[in-house]
């Protein structure tokens, strides 16, 4: 199903303010209450809105410095690439990981407490990933834009 004027307009709204009220959503989109929660339900059970989250605070939670990795395979074959996938997926600092067209077969994204941290993370995970033949870190010194939100 296509998406609507309205449809887009609840969609902006809940992705920077997903604890808005029923109430509150369907005034600042101009509907009524039932009608606004009806199609936030469609929009839930179509898939277009896939969960609600609270965002944490890097810097408050412990784990500010922010690296990007690119990993480069040793080959491949379908069945390298899907354990390097599967062993990835198991890192608990690991916060994105994608597989990318370009000089880096992997990207990921990686938080950790200071570089340290990042050796340790480093050390007893990512050199153990299967299939890795070249492996490139970069930190990140300061975030210029961030968003969570996509173009509605």
Known sequence: MSLDATDRRLLTVLQRRGRIS??????????????????????EAEGYIRGYVALLDAHK??????????ITLSTQADDVLEAFEKSVARIPDVLECHLTAGTADYILKIVAENTEDFARIHRQYLTRLPGVAQMQSSFALRTVCKTTALPV
């Open 61 to 70: 939670m412990g784990v500010p410095a922010t690296v990007f990795v690119e």
């Open 22 to 43: 029923n109430a509150d959503l369907a005034d600042e989109v101009n509907l009524s209450a039932s009608a606004c929660h009806r199609r936030v339900q469609r929009l």
